[in-house]
Structure formats: C-alpha cells, structure tokens
C-alpha cells in the first residue's frame, strides 16, 4: 500500500452528529469531490462504526481515528489493526488529544501498521511530545495544542513557533517525517500559513464538519493547499 | 423502537478476521437467511468498525459490542451511543468480559440506551455480578463464566448451576429481564438446554464464527431454540 | 479482624495537602483525639503514600482510599489489597467518584477484603447504583451525589430523598449493610440529619479537611452522631 | 533537591509481601546499612502505601513507584507528585512495564517533578521507546525488556546489545541523561557488565526482593558497581 500523499488536508469527523451514519458518507463524498475536483489531496477519518461503509463509498483515503493496541479475535468491543485494514482503509490517527494513549502501544502500533501498510499520523500536544513520538518514527506526526482545539483562532496564528518548531524537532529526529498541524483552523489562509511554516498539511475537524456549507470551505482549504 | 424478541439468539463476531470486514457481511446474511427459514430469531455483532456496513447490509438486528459512556462531538476514537444509533443498530452488548466497564458507566448507558431506543444486554460473569446488573434493568444480563469463554464445553454443562441461578437472581431483581447465557455454547443441544434452564436464549461467538460451515451450525442453533 | 462499628464518621483525606506527608499524621491524631473525647467512631482515610504512616500513628481504623484488584507481587506502582493489610489498615474505600471502578472489580474485591478480614464501603452516585452495589454485599455503600460533592450544601439538605430512598433500597437488598451518606456534609446537624434519614453515618471531605480548625468541627460532627 | 547520585543500584520492591508493611522498613534498612558500609549508592522504591513510612525510616533515596498525573485535592484514590514530595520522597520512578503511562502524561510529569525537586527515572522497553523518552529529557531512562522481567538470565548476558545501544541512543538524544539497566539482574558480575556496558547503574526487583539473604546479594550487588 502506498504512503498518504503530501500535501495533505486531513479531516477528522470525531464524533459529531452532522458526520455520522448517513451523514458520514455524505460528508466523504463532498471531500472526495473536492479533491478530484482541485487536485488537492484529502483524507477523512469518519467516527469508528462508520469506517466500513465510509471506505467503500469513497476513493480518497480513508483512516481510522484510533486503534487499540490488541490481537484481533477474543477482543470484543476493541479495534486491532486487522479490523481496520479489513475495511480497506489506508492508515490511523494515533494519540488523538481525545485518545490518548501509552507510549509502548504507540510504537508497537507504528511497527505493526508499517508491517501492515498503514500509514500513521501520531498526534502530539507540544514540542516534548512531538520530539518523542517522532523517535517512533511514524509517517506523521501531528501537532495540535489542546487548548487550542475547537477554537476559534488558528494555531498558525495563535502560536506560529510552536509549529515551526515541531517542523523543526520531527525532522531532525527523523528527516524524512511528515508534519501537520491542527486546532481552529478554518480557512485557506491558515492552510497556506501552515505550509509555509514547514508543515505538510493540516488536521482538522469542526472547521469542516460543523461549517454551514462543507463544501465551500473545502474549496476555500485546497485553495490554501495549492498556494 | 421496539425491544429484541426473545427467545434469541445472538452472535458476537468479536474480531475474528474471519468475520471482519468484508467477511462480517457474509456472516451477517448467513445469519439473515437461516432466521428467515427457521423464523428463529438471530441478532449479530459485528465488529465495531463493520456496523454501519452490516446494518446497511441485513434485517435481522445489528447490535454493537459495546459503547463509550462519553458524549457525541469532541470524542475522537470513541463510540458514543450516537455513533450507534446513526448506523440503524438495534442496541448494544455492554461490559463484555473481554471491555469490563465501570458500573456508573453502565447504569448511565442503560438510562441513555432506553432513552434512545437502544435495547442493552448487559454481561456479567457471575452470580453475583448478574444480581448487581440486573438492579440497573437493562433489557437483558447474559451470563458468561470467564474460565468457559472459548472453550470446548458449554456452561449449560460445564455449571448449568451458575446459568439456573442467574436467571434466578436476575428475575428475582428485575422480574421482567431477558436472560441470556454464554461459553462454549456450540450446538442445537446446548441451546435446548439453556432454555430448560430458564433462559431467553444464547450469547455466543467461536462456536459460529470460526465453524467450518456456520449455516450448517446456524440451522442446529435454531433448532435447539425451537424444541 | 472485626468490622467497622456503626454509627460512624468517616473522614477522607483525598490527596489535600492539607492532610498530606506530616499533616495527615496530626490529622488523623486531631480525628483519635476527639473520638475519644466524645467516645464517636472516627475512621480516617489517609493519601495512599501515607497509609501505613498514619495506621502505626493512630488507634483508630485506618481505611484505603482504594484498591486495584491485582495481585500482589508483579504489580509495580499498583495497590493490591495485601498492601493495604500490610499496613495494618482496616478497610478500604472502593469506586468512590474520583476513582470508579469496573463492576466485576468491585465484586472481586469485596470477596476478598472479606476473606482478608478487610471492611469495605462502596461509594455509589444514585438509588440505581446503590441497589447495584448493595447486591454485592460490602459491608457498607455510601451514597455521594457528585454534583454535590465538595459543595457548600450537605446531601442531607440538598437531596434527602436520595438518602432515604438509597437506605430503603440497599437494606432491601442486603439487609444488614451499612449506608453512609456525603457531599457537602459540614456539620453536626448534617449528621444528625443523616442519621434521621436511616443511615449509619457520614463520609466527609473537605468539610474537615479545609477547615480551619478541624478539631472543632469534628467535635461539632460527633454532636451531631451522638444525638 | 539534589539529584539522584550516579552510579546507582535501585531496589523496586514491587507490591512482593516480602517487601511490604514492616517487611518494606526492614528491607530498606538493610539496604540503608549496605549502602553506608561499602559507600554505594542504593535507592528504594517500596510498595505505595508505604512510602512515607519508608523515608521516615531511612537516609538512602527513598522513590515512587509510580505518580498519577493529577492535581492534588479532589483524586481520592490518587497517587499526585504532591502525595510523593509531602513524603520525603526523593523522586519517581514513571512508565513501569507493569504501570504503563500516556506519553503526554509522561512529559507532564517529567516537567512538573524537575520543578518540584523530584527525580524521574522513565522505564522503557526497547530502543524505540528508549529513544522516544530521552527526547523528554527525565534524568534516567530505565530499559528493561519485559519478558526478561523476573527471569533467572540477566538482560545484561541475554540482550547486551539492547542494553548498549540503548545507552547509545539515549545520549545521542539527551546527552546528560541518566541510563540503567533491568530484568534478571542478580548479582555483581551483572552489574559491573551493566556499567562496562555503559549505563549509571541497574534496576532490579526480585534479585533481591526474593532473595534468602538480601543483604549478602546486596553486598554482591554493590561490588558489581564498585569494579
């Protein structure tokens, strides 16, 4: 399976009502437009009983917003990586702000994705935390300053340097690493500005999914991407 | 939403790469179409990736194997009842042996379960865990013996003790509880029996999952239940 | 080991540094002291770094503030209950608001803190938990609303039902059980009135803790217990 | 608070009855005596409940087994730093195999235990993970592979090379930063192979916990550092 593309817009649907069940594949075909139509790549990481049915109604990739660390078979009620890549997507958000999780499952989790061909993108709240987890070497790394999540002001605008120097510590741990970045951002602007402070894209969320018109600020986020 | 028919019998998919992904819809029609010969009554639970695919696939109930007692919206990698609801389950298993939850958790997902329309089988491990459920009055308690869960023999003769007085405690707490029972169940016979114990039906999952022909064991199920 | 005498006064420390390290030894001393003075049951529940301090220090029972349900041995950095009895405790809170705890935990663990001569008193949040927990048998529940928790109104006050009707149901269920109440318990006539509600005494926090002169509100307290 | 002296050895007694209660004080008093007598420095990590009694009862380092991150006051249950520093404690051990933490709630911990004087020794798995918790700069990262953990085979003898790359790594990434060494250490030659090997010292349980004569495997120990 081929690594996720950069740059990359990447968009969470957490669990919000206006993008689950129905809404879900409603929400990833507006995506999936959009980015056939621009040429920007997107990603979407529909809520968890979605995946399934989000994975065969689109072509642009699919990811998992979590993964627990377990075998597949007598685990009832987790989700190992077997029931991910079974459902055809193509990669996971790890340590979402949301979903914290150990450090020793996040690195058995890089390994056993990258054996699987998944890509990863580990979220991080800092720049300690971005350093550490990109000495696990996964295929991303994401930084999204928890306070700043669901905001109103972009973390480009609001804290620059710490994007910048997430960019700067992710690479020289691990040189060929991609960044995002996330929280409150909402517009093409941001996404431009998040690339030019090095990043490779942006994760976001409520700037999509609760926007009155997705579709508009898609075009107006792949605009940015393509700055 | 009307309640789970009782007598029942209920297959947990687990994550069994035999019944994940796509492999999770043809077990769930295998399902489907011996309910529909036997007019016996079978609910399925997929993995928690495949609900909404499943639901979209079969009529019988889609129950999911458990939920987070968080909130719809800022809960990445979480599953919200919401997240159920949206995909057209049915209801849900809930402190299954293999994702004990906490008992607060619980009592508050069978208040919003009801409130929802989502029927809860609630699963607990030994008498005195089913008395302690049944005081919350969820829809159903399934009684599961840890040490029998994928093994070669059923409760039902393994402790048919433990099943009887289960039923017991249970109705003796909340008259009107269904009660299930689970653990090596496998065939025709071990159905029959649970029912001369008192039973509403059977939980169980290697015993169809992992068979070589599932409809072949499916239609043995259904026959124990129709005795 | 005997059991816990009712009625009783039961003084959490939680993690205050008020009753931290040095503090919680004169604490606990301030608590014996004016248990002897007015011949009121006081039981103290130290921070768990300090338990086996404060159990060489006072007479009075010493409880845990909580257990894991581990063994003893492998289980770096958790508490199995042989910790606390090594310490010469008494007993042991167990799934109070701050620390809930799975339900088949807590089943197990009243098992064993029975065989091991161990009190126990479960804390519950509502009448559905309450008759849940009081099935399991402990030697005590004590019913704390966490809304009301470290609040300036005592439960007493604030929700009299809920204490009443928590009594009713748990000795419905297990007839000899204790019943403590808690949340914003402060003074003498809260526990007077606790006790008129059926119960067998309180469970209180920073209505002590905080104070500023302890020994005189506890002396205020065990008025109120002796009415 | 000075820091932890390096070399080291650090005696984790784990929850083992052997080393809790009054056993817990009379296993660091003989560590105590055999530090003084052969100038060697010994720390203890005794089981949790014991803490404060420890550090009252002896001069050698006295650590935690373990620190919730939580504030102090309302974490009935908890374990906060502030629990630890209020003991006389003289710093933390974090990420046991057997008490795994969130990595954000590892880096946290490391920021909030420098300020408060506490010192943090981050155990880890493998390389990976050595690497990652070096890049939160805790003043030792402990590697100990977990199925060498309470073996007879010291990791020093089955996995040298683990042990000198992680040191190899953990340097290169923070370069003041403490390294040990654990699982299966019993005696000198494994902890003079330890230091040849590059690290600060060892970590070990059950070599000494469960041994017939401590104090002559201390002394053992103790040479092994002093080589």
């Not at 993964?67 to 007598?74: E, T």
């Not at 020793?104 to 061909?117: P, Y």
């Not at 972009?154 to 995002?180: E, H, Q, Y």
């Amino acid at each position: 399976m081929k690594a996720l593309p950069r740059p990359i817009i990447v968009v969470n649907f957490k669990t919000y009502p206006e993008a689950s069940g129905p809404n879900s594949i409603a929400l990833s075909k507006i995506c999936e437009s959009v980015a056939e139509e621009t040429g920007v790549e997107i990603a979407v990481a529909p809520p968890m009983t979605d995946l399934a049915v989000v994975a065969q109604s689109v072509g642009i990739p699919v990811l998992s917003q979590h993964v627990d660390d377990v075998k597949a078979g007598g685990t009832t009620g987790h989700v190992p990586l077997e029931s991910v890549t079974a459902c055809g997507a193509k990669g996971t958000l790890l340590n979402h702000s949301e979903r914290r999780m150990r450090i020793a499952d996040i690195e058995n989790l890089v390994c056993r994705c990258r054996n699987a061909g998944l890509s990863t993108i580990v979220c991080t709240n800092d720049i300690g935390v971005t350093r550490a987890c990109s000495a696990l070497e996964p295929d991303f790394v994401a930084i999204e300053p928890p306070e700043l999540i669901g905001g109103d002001i972009s973390v480009t605008t609001a804290n620059p340097a710490v994007v910048k120097d997430s960019v700067g510590v992710a690479r020289k741990i691990c040189s060929g690493i991609g960044v995002l970045c996330g929280a409150g951002v909402k517009n093409g602007g941001d996404v431009a500005k998040a690339l030019e402070l090095g990043t490779d894209g942006v994760l976001l969320a409520s700037g999509v999914v609760k926007a009155g018109d997705p579709r508009k600020v898609l075009l107006d986020l792949a605009d940015g991407l393509r700055c």
